[in-house]
């Protein structure tokens, strides 16, 4: 049988030296809550749970009654389990300090809500550092997300490569399905929405995705990020959220969006950047801090720095 998640963590124990027992703990608390949230989405519709919750968030955005559901799951889970000392999320305006000692974690609890009521690949993303949600990325300890897809799947680094775990309905288990998940150098995908293209703050971008299609890409943009960066991981390509007229930094927090993805991405062997620098570099001024997006492999990401290096 396929190993459970708890298992992994501690057969990979001794080669990862900041895995300790809080750590696998507060990990185990993150996994059961997202089977917890995977099990509301999928049957949301039956449980008059879909739609707005009629309230905006921090982000001046629609709560959705998932949204919401999500996030106070992942709060009773983290604050319950002892281990994290504060937790930023993208639906609290602020910080929540729980205690002064574990982790420290961002999670967005669901990304990607626009999806929601059509049934549409969501998912949840969490980062988790040692003490504070704002150092930079690259000190991350843990990053990952779960994807609600035709399969609920924990794709996961701690550090050493990515690794990707499947729930298993029967026994209601994460289980092994992916241990070693690599960004293929060049893809044949890119994925950003071109509907913004008149408001794209960079000529150069605008070339490099005409470069693209004259290469016979195929563009493919779901509009929730955990799968546009999920099929990326698997599939390479590029994922773009750029800086236009409207988002001057862009629209994906840093947090718990850009910089979870970037360390995963990298970890793959790919690259994570703003186009002007590297996200993982990035010391967070603000809790939800915006900034550009542009992660993939090597190959598209290099060649998309050039065309905007040009302008
Ligand atoms: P747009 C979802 O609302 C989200 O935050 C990300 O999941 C996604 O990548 C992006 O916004 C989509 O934004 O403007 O293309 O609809």
């Known amino acids: ?13 001794k080669e990862i030296p900041h895995l300790d027992d809080d750590l696998i703990l507060l990990l185990n608390e993150i996994a059961s809550a997202t089977k917890e949230i ?3 989405v999928r049957k949301a519709g039956l449980l008059n ?18 949204d919401e559901l999500a996030n106070e799951i992942l709060l009773e889970s983290l604050k319950n389990c002892g281990k994290a000392s504060q937790v930023a999320s993208e639906e609290l305006e602020e910080c929540i300090v729980f205690s002064n000692s574990g982790y420290a974690v961002a999670f967005d609890p669901l990304d990607g809500s626009s999806n929601i009521d059509v049934n549409v690949s969501i998912g949840t993303i969490f980062s988790i550092h040692k003490d ?4 930079p990325g690259k000190e991350q300890l843990a990053a990952g997300y779960v994807i609600y897809g035709p399969s609920t799947m924990l794709v996961m680094s701690l550090g050493k490569g990515v690794v990707g ?7 209601g288990n994460f289980l092994l399905s992916h241990p070693e998940i690599k960004l293929p150098e060049k893809g044949k995908i890119y994925s950003i929405n071109e509907a913004n293209k008149n408001k794209w703050t960079s000529k150069g ?3 490099f995705t005409e470069y693209l299609k004259e290469e016979k890409y195929t563009l493919r943009y779901v ?3 955990v799968a546009d960066v999920h099929r990326t991981l698997f599939k390479g390509g590029i994922f773009i959220y750029p800086a236009d007229k409207k988002n001057t930094n862009g629209k994906l927090r840093l947090l718990y969006e850009a910089s979870p993805m970037s360390f995963l991405i990298e970890q793959a062997g790919g690259i994570g950047t703003t186009g ?3 996200i993982l570099d990035i010391v967070p001024q603000s809790l939800h801090q915006r900034v550009p997006v542009i992660i993939g492999s090597k190959w598209e990401v290099e060649k998309c720095l050039e065309f905007m290096k040009e302008e």
């Open 1 to 13: 049988m396929a190993v459970p998640f708890t298992t992994y963590l501690f057969s990979v124990k």
């Open 38 to 40: 995977s099990g509301k």
């Open 49 to 66: 749970i879909l739609g707005s919750a009629g309230k905006t968030n921090i982000q001046g955005e629609e709560v959705q009654k998932l």
């Open 132 to 135: 504070s949600v704002k150092k």
């Open 165 to 171: 775990f499947t729930l298993d309905i029967e026994s």
């Open 205 to 207: 971008l605008k070339k």
């Open 223 to 225: 509009g929730s990020m």
């Open 276 to 278: 002007k620098e590297r």
